[in-house]
C-alpha cells in the first residue's frame, strides 16, 4: 500500500547529525594567533577575492584551515588592513587617470586628425577603431548560439537574404545587402 505523501518521507530511520556537537561536548576550533607562511598565502589569495573552495585547490590545505584562518581575529585584522591599502591605492591611481585624462584625449585628436603621416596609419587606424568602440560602434567580436550550429546552402542564404530585403522594404529601411548571386 502506498504511503501518503508526508509519510514516505519518514519512514527510514534516520542518522545522527553529525554537523551538531552533542551537549556537553566542547566543539574544536581554532584561532590564528600568529601568521605563519601559509596563512599569509591565504590572506593574500582572499585580498584577492578568491573563494575558501579556490584557495583550498590552489594551496591543496584543507576547507576548514582556510575558514578558521578566514575567521581569526589576527587575519581579519590584517585583512583590514590590506583592504585599506588597496582602497587606497585605488583612489590614488583613479586620481591620476583622471589628471591625465585630458592629456590623453588631446593625444588621441592628434592621432586621429595626423591621418597616419607622423604617428603611422596603424596607429591611427587602431586609435580610431578605439575611439569607436568606446562610443558605442564596436564590431560584433563572437556570436554564439548555445551549442547551436546551421550549415546553409548557397540556395537557403539567398533565400534569408531575399526574406531580408522584403522586410525591409516592408518597413521602408533602407538595407546594405551583398546581392543575390544569378542562380538565386
Same mark, same amino acid.
Given at each position: 500500500m502506498?504511503?501518503?505523501? +508526508?509519510?514516505?518521507?519518514?519512514t527510514?530511520? #534516520?542518522e545522527?547529525?553529525?554537523? %551538531?556537537?552533542?551537549?556537553?561536548?566542547?566543539?574544536?576550533?581554532f $584561532?590564528?594567533? $600568529?601568521?605563519?607562511?601559509?596563512?599569509?598565502?591565504?590572506? %593574500?589569495?582572499?585580498?584577492? !577575492?578568491?573563494?575558501?573552495?579556490?584557495?583550498?585547490?590552489?594551496? !591543496?590545505?584543507?576547507?576548514?584551515?582556510?575558514? @578558521?584562518?578566514?575567521?581569526?581575529?589576527?587575519?581579519?585584522?590584517?585583512?583590514? =588592513?590590506? %583592504?585599506?591599502?588597496?582602497?587606497?591605492?585605488?583612489?590614488?591611481?583613479?586620481?591620476?587617470?583622471?589628471?591625465? /585624462?585630458?592629456?590623453a584625449?588631446?593625444?588621441? @585628436?592628434?592621432?586621429?586628425?595626423?591621418?597616419?603621416? &607622423? @604617428? !603611422?596609419? +596603424?596607429?591611427?587606424?587602431? &586609435?580610431?577603431?578605439?575611439?569607436?568602440? #568606446?562610443a558605442?560602434? /564596436?564590431?560584433?567580436?563572437?556570436?554564439?548560439? /548555445?551549442?547551436?550550429?546551421?550549415?546553409?546552402?548557397?540556395?537557403?542564404?539567398?533565400?534569408?537574404?531575399?526574406?531580408? #530585403?522584403?522586410?525591409?522594404?516592408?518597413?521602408?529601411? =533602407?538595407?546594405?545587402?551583398?546581392? $543575390?548571386?544569378?542562380? !538565386?
Amino acid at each position: 500500500m502506498p504511503l501518503s505523501s +508526508p509519510e514516505k518521507y519518514f519512514t527510514a530511520p #534516520r542518522e545522527d547529525d553529525k554537523r %551538531r556537537v552533542p551537549n556537553g561536548v566542547e566543539r574544536k576550533s581554532f $584561532e590564528v594567533n $600568529e601568521m605563519w607562511e601559509m596563512h599569509h598565502e591565504i590572506v %593574500r589569495l582572499l585580498v584577492l !577575492g578568491m573563494s575558501n573552495k579556490d584557495i583550498c585547490k590552489i594551496l !591543496g590545505v584543507s576547507a576548514p584551515m582556510v575558514s @578558521y584562518t578566514r575567521n581569526s581575529k589576527v587575519v581579519k585584522d590584517k585583512l583590514a =588592513i590590506m %583592504r585599506a591599502a588597496r582602497d587606497a591605492d585605488t583612489i590614488d591611481i583613479a586620481k591620476d587617470i583622471q589628471t591625465k /585624462a585630458p592629456k590623453a584625449l588631446a593625444l588621441l @585628436y592628434d592621432i586621429i586628425e595626423d591621418h597616419g603621416e &607622423t @604617428y !603611422g596609419m +596603424p596607429l591611427a587606424a587602431k &586609435t580610431a577603431e578605439s575611439w569607436l568602440d #568606446r562610443a558605442g560602434h /564596436a564590431p560584433v567580436k563572437s556570436v554564439q548560439f /548555445a551549442g547551436m550550429v546551421a550549415h546553409l546552402t548557397a540556395e537557403e542564404i539567398n533565400a534569408l537574404k531575399k526574406s531580408a #530585403r522584403e522586410e525591409a522594404e516592408a518597413a521602408n529601411l =533602407i538595407v546594405d545587402i551583398t546581392p $543575390e548571386d544569378s542562380d !538565386g
